[in-house]
């Protein structure tokens, strides 16, 4: 592309500094800041300046979107393939980000075909991409406050947890109940009945085995001072993790009825076994996209999900390894739905078998069986055709073997 402008912009939170440049000349070099008159101004500058295209750090955010928004075409740059470059331009180790926005705009001009311009989703595909994202935020946060809350029970009261998760409705009511070992003297199989039915309980656990798992259970030796304290922060994690459950919650219902509104759920529904399963497929719907040309093979789309290895080969050395670098919320969405359909499809539950007979552990015969989805759940996104096992060639082919 002779002749034509590059940009690099090297984003921070406050300004970015931007470097234009035409055949590796550096033409204007200039920062803006990160506000509606620094990023208005920087999309018209760069749109008069006959940009033809611009390189990021970054996938996302209202930046890149303004620039989609302006007709620019964006190239998304890992930070490591940044690091890797800079030696091609500098004979020094330095860094700066002057320096990085030039190297950005470089790649740009001389590798615009290694990296895949940014297409934006759909408003509804963006959508679904935030609750999601949000409620796996939601998530780590419960689980990481849910193992301090089991650690202080452990600690001084492992008789609360009689529940099979310490985080559940039923529990988190029973210890705001019963904080500490002092609260829940006297408690028998009458009191923890009525308990039960207060808290709308709908375990089939008879109050009375309750009752026993509790005396069962191990007495902790803390004195009062030191009960009282871990009581209050019992209570204390119990007041943040609440809510945090309850969004949770709440967060699923809207995923819900989001992923029943998009035009690709049909694609991915016949792929569960419950069709009224909704996490999983909706992650696989915001982060596969609804920009088809995102993914050109099949292949392209199983290595950013993590399912196909990274290959090492040196003189006499071969080896496969694990692939890093990959978009992980796409690469859980698709080993969870490798693991549930290696129960109850006979085609996956053939393929994973084989794998583990190779000597493959559990994760990787995941990831084997994960592939091997890949290669069919691109078809159907590509054509939008909803998976049908009576066009799926190897399922057709083993069930007229026997298998």
């Known amino acids: 592309m002779a002749g034509t402008k590059t940009a690099g912009i090297d984003w921070a939170s406050e300004a970015h500094e931007v470097c234009v440049s035409e055949e590796g000349r550096v033409l204007e070099r200039f920062s803006v800041s990160h506000d509606e008159r620094g990023i208005a101004s920087l999309a018209a500058r760069l749109t008069r300046a006959g940009i033809a295209r611009v390189a990021i750090e970054r996938p996302d955010g209202i930046l890149v979107e303004r620039l989609l928004a302006a007709g620019i075409e964006v190239l998304a740059i890992h930070p490591n393939q940044v690091k890797a470059a800079r030696a091609r331009f500098a004979v020094a180790h330095g860094k700066s980000d002057r320096f990085d926005a030039y190297v ?24 679904l991409k935030a609750l999601t994202r949000a409620r796996e935020d939601l998530v780590g946060v419960r689980v990481e406050l849910a193992n301090q809350l089991r650690a202080q029970l452990q600690a001084f009261w492992p008789g609360a947890l009689i529940f099979a998760e310490v985080d559940s409705p039923i529990s988190l009511a029973f210890l705001a109940r019963y904080p500490s070992p002092a609260e829940a003297k006297g408690l028998g199989a009458g009191r923890m009945a009525a308990f039960l039915g207060r808290s709308s309980y709908s375990g089939r656990t008879d109050p009375a085995e309750l009752v026993a798992r509790i005396k069962a259970a191990p007495e902790g030796t803390a004195g009062e001072a030191e009960c009282q304290a871990r009581r209050t922060v019992v209570l204390g994690l119990l007041a943040a993790l609440g809510p945090i459950v309850e969004e949770i919650a709440e967060l699923t219902t809207q995923i819900r009825g989001a992923l029943a509104a998009h035009p690709d759920a049909e694609i991915f529904r016949p792929l569960f076994r419950d069709p009224k399963t909704t ?4 992650t696989l719907i915001a982060e596969l996209g609804d920009a088809r040309g995102r993914y050109p093979t099949e292949a392209a789309m199983a290595a950013d999900a993590g399912m196909s290895p990274v290959a090492l080969e040196s003189g006499k ?15 859980v969405a698709v080993a969870t739905l490798a693991d549930s359909t290696r129960h109850w499809h006979p085609w996956a539950k053939e393929v994973y078998r084989k794998a583990r007979a190779r ?7 995941i990831r084997t069986l994960g592939r091997a989805w890949i290669r069919v759940l691109w ?22 073997a026997g298998g």
Do not use: M
């Open 104 to 127: 950005l705009a470089e790649l740009a001009r001389t590798d615009a075909h290694r990296f895949r311009a940014l297409v934006p989703d759909s408003d509804e595909t963006k959508a």
């Open 317 to 331: 050395l071969r080896v496969a390894t694990f692939r890093r670098a990959c978009d992980k919320r796409l690469r």
């Open 279 to 282: 996490i999983c497929p909706a």
């Open 379 to 400: 078809r159907c996104w590509r054509d939008r055709v909803p998976y049908d096992s009576a066009r799926h060639g190897n399922f057709n082919r083993l069930q007229t």
């Open 359 to 365: 000597g493959q552990d559990h994760p990787h015969a």
